[in-house]
């Protein structure tokens, strides 16, 4: 039997012209951001030092459709519209009844979902005169996205690379470079931030964060970029979602029975997803929204819901989010991405609206789901959406033993050709599973703040 | 001015149904393979213990299309077909009246156009009860092209990896062994055309082909599989060029005024280039076509047309093709898949027939283009493919002095990702360049038979 169709692609004029803020949408607005200082409500102005205007009247909209911008479009239209993939070759290894679809965004110049929130980010702090933009990156995604982003605009990019991915990821600063951008490895001696810390330190994405705000705060021509986490991040990855629709539609599907995600922030997951729910609320589509998180750092399943920082430092903003504490430091799993101590704030409100589920795995489930992936669809996934394909691999063996026909859309957000490394550590049996016991969990969270 | 279309894509059912065979529109055959001991033409029963009889005939058809099996077709598309872009940025950035297109071969499984033949080959042989197949790799490509291309249909595969790239590049092993594959450094213990060579030795891929072939060689059940300069792989790899006839023509073009690609063995460059020379035979269109080598191993340009040996033990059969001497190691240049000491008879032939040209360039210019591509496209190239970028950047150049609106268009035939300790070396200013003296190429010629 001959395998039709595999690939599910746009023309680029069926681009979407458009960002979908789903905060339109929801029966009730999110909790606000609050100043760590008095408590109250952040206003655009609290922001300015970080962000360009036009990004933080994004991340306060209530619009449920952004344009834009052509100059944008230009840059997305190098690797965008993504392709949507149906597994044949997966679903046969596995014997399932079920469909599963796979949304692939390794095709991007950072080979992950990242540019899709380097390129508008870098255009309106270009735009707004910017000279400088400091970030952090895990597992090197974002830094590597906002390199090629600057260097599009003729804008420099400093980024503070989490320790334990700078250590096991020489070549993404390389790539990094290759783009344009500086490395530092975080925690640095170049900030106070950074300087609490031991240099040898494994690092996490709130100290990274810490330190590229610290930087970018001192200096008029400087400002911040963060990878995910907020509105305007997750707003602009909802192209992906966008383009699954009309894709799953080609393939000649009503719509998805499940939407399954990897969260570390959550932008990846919003950007698939936020679509699918709004669908889900107009009542077009009925899926199952599932966000996927590793067992070492479950923000969703098991944090609380709290105002935390979003940094370790608490430069940041109080945000009411699933959080496992700001001084919370995860295990060096392989998802270097996935490891952050909180949950996008919009993706936390979400979640408790009952819109959508999460699950935790372990990463030798995942990477064992990696491998079969690999060997049947050709692709060698970042260690991020592995957990995302094992969790779509157990609910594709459901459908074997249940007979059930479900279609199954997947965020491939990244390939994982610069995580080689976790993949040798995976095939030579050295990776080992990190689950976080109840006290690790209540000592992190003694650190969150009380609000009155 | 917005930018309206960088991709040409084709859907998977405009993809080629037959493999090209240039021998049939030659106006003179290729002088055929002779045995090393009689010196007489090679039959097909003398390749035999290397090769299944499909892929053999194959090799001496005089066919001019060759259908390409269902079963071939269905995992081509997984990637196929590959797209076409047009680098309107690089345009930009070098202020060329030139309109540079590039095929794009990276977005395969192998990151490269490899997987174009494993897979083929791995099929007529899993057709012929084959249970294994050994084979060499240089950069790391093939070898992992053939992993993954075995994985599909259930056959082992074994790898020598020239020593050099062995060394530098861990990450292509680990990537072989995620298809499934195993991985031997070459010179290694397991041969005796290993052990003539000291452990330590950088080997080369004349060395690694005698170790696959030797060990093939051995066993009944088991057959050798290469990856370039034979005529079959160079008919696989067809599905390149006719693909992006048809790309040229969706882009408006009526044809392309220069065709580049960069040559080790050969069959990235013919992959392309072929297509182009049946139009260019029939009248149709009128490209130049311009082989692009590294000065470290520069065949085509400094080579003698004689017959030699394609492997440095002198297993393999006599092939008439412009070489360097089948005991000459190349310097460990970053683009291992270009370190061979001769070029595809069939590629050898047609430049002797004055359908195609050829230069050299040095490593550092290829990595200065490779620089500004990736800068402006967003695509990090592999080394081998940087002579034809740093080729195509020559010409859009000369046009931007002459005025001229060329079509160029270049084979793009692998990303770079696994190649980013070469980008290192190179912004960190330890690349260096290495040409090769008179001296040298007299001394590597002098091992090249008489024959009589």
Avoid at 43 to 50: H, I
Avoid at 222 to 244: D, F, M, R
Wanted: proline letters at 8%; hydrophobic letters at 40%.
């Amino acid at each position: 039997m001959t395998i039709k169709t595999h690939k599910y692609l746009l023309s680029e004029d069926q681009m979407p012209t458009n960002w979908y803020n789903i905060v339109a949408d929801l029966p009730e607005p999110p909790p606000p951001p609050l100043h760590p200082g008095t408590h109250e409500p952040v206003g655009p102005d609290d922001l300015a030092p970080l962000f360009p205007m036009d990004l933080i009247l994004q991340e306060v909209s209530t619009e449920r459709y952004i344009p834009i911008p052509d100059e944008v479009q230009d840059i997305y239209r190098l690797w965008r519209p993504s392709p949507l993939y149906r597994a044949h070759r997966l679903e046969q290894a596995l014997g399932t009844p079920a469909r599963i679809y796979y949304k692939y965004e390794g095709v991007s110049p950072a080979g992950s979902h990242k540019p899709n929130t380097a390129v508008p980010q870098v255009y309106y702090n270009a735009k707004a005169g910017v000279k400088k933009l400091t970030t952090e990156t895990g597992a090197g995604q974002w830094g590597t996205a906002l390199a090629f982003a600057s260097s599009l605009f003729g804008v420099e990019c400093e980024v503070w690379q989490v320790g334990a991915s700078y250590d096991a990821k020489p070549y993404r600063r390389t790539l990094i470079e290759t783009f344009g951008g500086t490395v530092h490895r975080s925690p640095s001696r170049l900030t106070a931030a950074g300087r609490a810390f031991p240099e040898d330190h494994s690092g996490s994405l709130g100290i990274a964060i810490s330190e590229a705000v610290e930087v970018a705060a001192q200096r008029e021509d400087t400002k911040y970029a963060l990878g995910s986490v907020l509105n305007h991040v997750l707003l602009h990855q909802t192209v992906i979602g966008e383009e699954a629709l009309l894709q799953l539609e080609m393939a000649g599907e009503k719509g998805a029975d499940l939407v399954i995600g990897c969260t570390g922030g959550g932008s990846n997951f919003g950007g698939l997803a936020f679509p699918f729910i709004r669908e889900k609320l107009a009542g077009r589509q009925s899926p199952v929204i599932r966000a996927v998180e590793p067992a070492s750092c479950p923000s969703l399943t098991r944090g609380e819901y709290r105002y935390d920082f979003g940094d370790t430092a608490g430069f940041t903003p109080l945000m009411k989010m699933h959080t496992l504490g700001h001084d919370f430091v995860p295990d060096r799993i392989h998802a270097g991405g996935l490891r952050y101590h909180g949950m996008a704030p919009l993706i936390s409100h979400v979640y408790e609206l009952g819109l959508m589920e999460a699950i935790a795995i372990e990463q030798t489930e995942c990477f064992a789901a990696a491998i079969q992936f690999a060997r049947t669809e050709g692709i060698v996934p970042a260690p991020e959406p592995t957990h995302a394909l094992a969790a779509a691999m157990r609910e594709a063996l459901a459908c074997k033993e249940s007979g059930e026909e479900k279609v199954i859309i997947t965020a491939l957000c990244g390939h994982g050709l610069l995580d080689l490394a976790a993949y040798e550590s995976y095939l030579g049996g050295q990776m080992v599973d990190s689950g976080l016991s109840d006290a690790e969990l209540q000592a992190a969270l003694a650190g969150v703040p009380t609000l009155a």
